[in-house]
Structure formats: structure tokens, C-alpha cells
């Protein structure tokens, strides 16, 4: 199929590069503006009490977590004169305005659009002061949008300038989760920008000096601008079916670009071997499409396998990376494998011309001789390197028992955004919504003075909870156990006969239930926070109770990834086991792939904790706020991106040992001669994928900058300790087993680059070339 493959591309080479050329500028019109339809969030488990607690809120309640938080700050206090006519014309403009459904503040309570006030100053009559400061200078405006993705992030757009503006003597800042999505999406858009400015030109002078042949450099960066542009239209064509999460914008390009170039860099790689060797153009072009080839197509079935892995998560955000990540990964392949030969067809010798590098470059035979003499150093002590290295992997890994999960918040921005300080404002000066956990109690209502009472226990004994700074309800305001007076118009009338009038209360109950904000004092993701949701749950409620709020939010989410987890780790070591297996012809080398991978991952894990939760490192990896927590949700993509990868190279490896197997029939000379072989490649293609990785970790979105490094930790363990150390050793000391496989013909591979199963043969060669007395190998 391959050799079919290369030979059309060559016979029909015009076509089809003329067509790539035309898909892509068609694919970059397509993808254009794409980040405009992308979505913020995604980590949230759909279905969950917490998911059904927050419908609830925002759809029967017209309560919950705010779009917009606008603080309002006044020289002086904003109770006087001018700030309250301030305020009351700001909230009167902002609930007449399209997209809108209510808007709460301190001046007006909680209004909806037929409840707007004049807006020409005078005294509402109510003074909320949950949403006043201590210092009575800041009040806070919370407004609630329409919808949600596109049309909630067009309301921002024409919000934003009308709020923000000066309004008499306040000024305002501007915060809440629909502008939080916004400045992700400016700042990720800006990211996605610089890393393209930095990857390129750093990728071009990369391949440069790996081929020093200025047409070989420039062939797989035009094959990785192909993906690129394919990319964005993937993006653009899903966001029509499915929630396409910002961040996977910015991982999707990266991979795009770095596998491109990547599987490109494999198949120059070999038909500059086949020239090299004397073979005509035409044949050194099939041999390389038929072995790099092989290795370009079951590398990319298994990282597609791996991103697949993502989808056994009903989170939108991780299935999103698997829909844009799989197509992204088969683009970069199939791009690969066409337009390579076709443009090696039409400049045939261009490839091998003019080594700008050749002044300076060692003679390949010295450069590949290394590889080889450090293959058979490591087999002379295989226990011994297997143990260090281990231990050492192990050691690295120790962080990592201290990991602590959480969601993303406005932290992942730059510390100096408008946004993040308004936030910052936000939780510093109204220390009671720093943790709101919201406590829904469905279809029960307050509805008789006997369930009024019942809910006033509850309240009391919930206020009385360790963790807990005060609860407010449809009966009033609890702090330990109390309830505190609010001010409330003397004239206003009660609920239902029994219930207190207070515009600020009377959201708390409906027809749908009745619910009770609980502020906690820690934040959302410590453990405290958990702790307390645990004795939230537990303590005794008029009714079943749904509890929402970041906390349990993050709870639905990390105990849906537990339950989902074994299952997906178990559904990809199998297919990762059948494609190695039927790649390798053995029983035993996928096995060790897999064990040796998930070592060096762990490892890298470690270091993730070690650097981004407990802040360590950043002058070598930039700024960052160390929050104290993991996103819950990055260990999972970045799992899967580094361990594809990883098989990538352990893949490319096999590949090059199994052919000098398959020549020679000995373990330890087909080692060293496939580490020497493959070993340029892997740090080549490791470089590459590092360019690619770093320029992407000088993003200003933690998040981003968090997978970069951690996949990039993950690529240098991989190319410096696992390939050229380890997997040596541990193919020495498995000896014969390495090539077993029960109940199968062992037959000699008749074509190049065909890795199958070999008769058993002595392996006492392996002893001489070493320079031991006598083999050691399993029985």
C-alpha cells in the first residue's frame, strides 16, 4: 500500500502538490476567525448534581455565579449622594441593554428587565451589604446573560465599554467567568501568534543544520504549514458540531506543526540515506515511503489512539482535544506521506545540495559511531544501568505524592491583566464570596410558618459548620449560628405571609425549591473547601440537597475522572499492545514500551508538581502563579500528548533495531546498530518537537505554558535517558525474549524495514561482542 502510495505521488507529483497549495489556502480561509468560536471552560461534568444544581440556579432562580461582576469604587463611599445616582443610572442602563436578564447590586437588590430602576438617582430604599466592602468605597454590580458561548461572549463585547466607562465618581472593574473567557481568548489568540513567530524561523534553523541542505530544511516546514492551515479549519468544521475549548486552539497548532515536521524529518531522513547508498532517485523515494513510511503511519495510529483515549471523558474539554487532536495528527501524517514524495519526485537531487553546515560538521560515520559505542557500553552493565536509571526516574517522580487538584481560574492570566486585578479586588475586599458554595434543596419550598422554621434551623446549623463565614437564605443572613439584621425597607412587605420582604431575599425561594448561599473562608480547590462540601452533605437538610459552587463542581469533575480513568488507561495499553505487537512481531517489546513510558512519565509528573504547584524554577521557565494546585484536567492531555509521542520514538527505534535484527539475528549488534541509526533521528525530531513545545511555553496562559513544559520534560527524559539508557539495558537482559512470540511461524522479514519474528538463534555472539565470557539471557 505504501509503495502504491509513493508511486502516485510521484507519477501524478504536479497534481498533487498543486492541489496541497490550493487546500491550503482554502483550509487558512476556512479556519479564519476561528478563535472567535471557540469556548472557555469545558471542565465541568455534564449531568452531575453540581451541573444540576447550577442549571437550576441560573434557570429557575436567576441565581448562581454571575457572568459579569463590575466593581464600582467611589473616592469616598458609595453610599453618598452621587455614587448611589451613579449606581442606580449604571444598573438601570445595564438591565435595559439586549442579552441581559437581571442584574444585583448593592443599590437596587436583585432586578430583572421589567423591574429596571429610573436610573435618576434618589433612594432605592435597599442597602444589600453582602455587596458592599468593608470599607463602604466599593459596591459590586452582578449582571446575568442570555445563553451562553457566541451570544453571552457578543453581550460582553457591547457590555464591557458601557460598563467600564467613568460614571460620575465611580470607577469600574470588570470581572466574573464571560469576561474571564474573553481575556483567555485575547491573550490565547496572542500566544498562539508568538509561538508561530518563534517555532518557525527556530524550526527552519534547526533543519538546517540537521540536513544543511537549504531545499531539505524547507520541505517539512511546508509540510507543517499544511497542517497548520489544516488545523484551523479542523477547529473551524467541529465548532459547527461540538464545544471546541479555547486551549485547543493553541495545543492543536503546536502538534500540527511539530508531527508534521517531524514525520517529514523521517522520510527525507531515508531517501537522503537510499541516494547516499547509490540508489536512483526513483527507488531511494519507494524505499523511503515504504520503511520511514511504515514507521510515519503506526506512529501516528498510536498517538491517534492515545488523543481517542480522551473521549471516554464527558468533559467537553478533553473530548474536544481528542476530536481536534486525532484529526490534527492524521492530517500531519497523511500530508507527510503525500506531498513529501511528491515534491522529493519533482527536485530529485535539491536535497542533497549545498551542506552549509559541512565546515563544522563531524563526518556522519564518527557522529554514528558514538551511538553505537554507548549501546554496548550500557550492555556491558545492563542490571547496573537499569537501576540507576530507575532509581533515578523514581526520585524524580517523589513530587508528585504531594500533587493537589483543582480547576483553572483567572491565576492562568498574567498577574497585571485588567482582568486578574479586578478579580483580585474581588476576593481581597469581599473575603464572603471568595468560596461560594451554593446548597439547593429542589421542590422544597417555605411555603407554611412550620417549613419557614425548619429552614431558619437549617440555615443556623449550617452557619455553625467549621469552614463556614455565613449563610443567607430566603429567612434571612447566618454567621455561627445567628442570624444577623439586614436592612431592609421598613415598609416592605413579607413573602407569602411568612417570609421576610427583603428584595435581597426574595430570589432565594421559587416554585422550582428555595436554596442557601453558603460563603466559605478557604479557597474553592484547598482541601478545607473539600472538607467542607464533605460536612455540607452530611449535615441534616429539610430534603435531598444538590450542592453547587466551584468546589463541587471540581468534585463532580475529579470523581468522574477516577471512575473513567482505569478505563481509559486500560482501553489505551491495549491498543497501544495490539499495534506494537503487530509492528514488532513480539510478545515482549510492547510490553516493555509500555512499562518504560509510563516510568518516564511519572517522572515527568514529579516534575510538573514540583515546578508549576509548588512555584519552583521559574526563572528557567518564566513566570507564572503558583497556586498551590494542578488543573485536574492538563496531567490528563498532557498523559496523552507525551506518551504518543513517546511511542513515536520507541517506534522509530524498533523499527531501525528490528531491521538490523532481521540482517543479522543478534540481540546486541541489532541494538547498537539501531540506537546508531535511529538515535540521529530521535534527537532530531526530539529538538524539533522541543522548538515547537518551548516557543508555545512562552505563553502568558499558565495552562498553556503547564502542558508545554510538562510534554517538553517528557520529550528530554525520552531522548536523553529513556531511548540511548534504558531500553538498551532492558533489551540485554531479556536477551532472547525479546523477539518470543507463542504459536506464530518465525520466518526471516524478505523485505527491508519489515520487523518479523526470527528463528531462535544462539546468541553467543552477543557474549564475544561484548567481552564478557558467556551470554546472559533469559532461559
Known sequence: MLTALARFSTRYRRAVLAVAALATVACGLLGHGVAARLAGGGWTAPGSPSARAEALLSGRFHAGAPDVVLLARAPEQVDAPAARAAGLALVGRLCREPGVTGVDSYWTGPVTRGSCPAGRGGDSGVDDAALRSDDARTALVAVRLEGGGRAARAAVERLLPLATAPRGPLRVQATGHAVLDRALERYSERDLLRTELLAVPATLLLLLFVFGSVAAACLPLAVGAVAVAGTLAVLRVLTAVTEVSTFALNITAAVGLALAVDYSLYLVARYREGIAAGQPPEEALEGAVRTAGRTVVVSAAAVVLCLLGLLLFPLYFLRSMAFAGAAVVLLAAVAALLLVPAALACFPRAVGRGDLFARWRRPPGRARDGWRRLALRVMRRPLLV????????????????????????????????????????????????????????????????????????????????????????????????????????????????????????????????????????????????????????????PAPVLLGGPTAQFQDARDVLARRMPWTLGAMAAATFLLLLAFTRSLFLPLKALAVNLLSLTATFGAMVFIFQQGHLKWLVGDFTATGTVSIVVPVVAFCLAFGLSLDYEILLLARIGEAHARTGDTVRATAAGLQAAAP????????????????????????????????????????????????????????????????????SRTAGTTTGLPALPEAADARLLGTSRPKELP
Open 681 to 748: 533521528l530521535f534527537t532530531a525530531s526530539a529538538a524539533l518537537v522541543l522548538v515547537v513545545l518551548l516557543a508555545l511555553a512562552t505563553a502568558e496562559v499558565a495552562l498553556m505554558k503547564l502542558l508545554a513544559v510538562t510534554t517538553a520534560l517528557s520529550v528530554v527524559l525520552d531522548t536523553v535517558v529513556i531511548r540511548p539508557l534504558l531500553v538498551p539495558a532492558v533489551m540485554r537482559l531479556a536477551g532472547r525474549a525479546n523477539w518470543w512470540l507463542p504459536s506464530l511461524p518465525r520466518q526471516r
Open 386 to 541: 537499569t537501576a540507576v536509571t530507575t532509581g533515578a526516574l523514581l526520585v524524580l517522580a517523589l513530587p508528585f505524592r504531594q500533587v493537589v487538584f483543582g480547576f483553572s481560574d483567572d491565576r492562568v492570566l498574567p498577574r497585571e491583566a485588567p482582568e486578574v486585578r479586578a478579580t483580585r479586588a474581588l476576593r481581597d475586599g469581599f473575603p464572603q464570596l471568595r468560596n461560594p458554595v451554593e446548597v439547593v434543596l429542589p421542590g422544597w419550598r417555605p411555603d407554611g410558618r412550620g417549613r419557614v422554621a425548619e429552614l431558619d434551623a437549617y440555615a443556623r446549623r449550617l452557619s455553625a459548620l467549621p469552614g463556614v463565614l455565613a449563610v443567607r437564605t430566603a429567612t434571612g443572613s447566618y454567621v455561627q449560628g445567628q442570624d444577623v439584621p439586614l436592612a431592609c425597607p421598613a415598609d416592605a412587605p413579607t413573602a407569602q405571609g411568612v417570609l421576610p420582604g427583603c428584595p435581597a431575599l426574595r430570589h432565594f425561594a421559587s416554585p422550582a425549591g428555595t436554596w442557601l448561599a453558603v460563603s466559605g473562608e478557604a479557597d474553592p480547590y484547598a482541601p478545607e473547601s473539600t472538607a467542607l462540601a464533605g460536612r455540607l452533605r452530611a449535615a441534616r437538610a
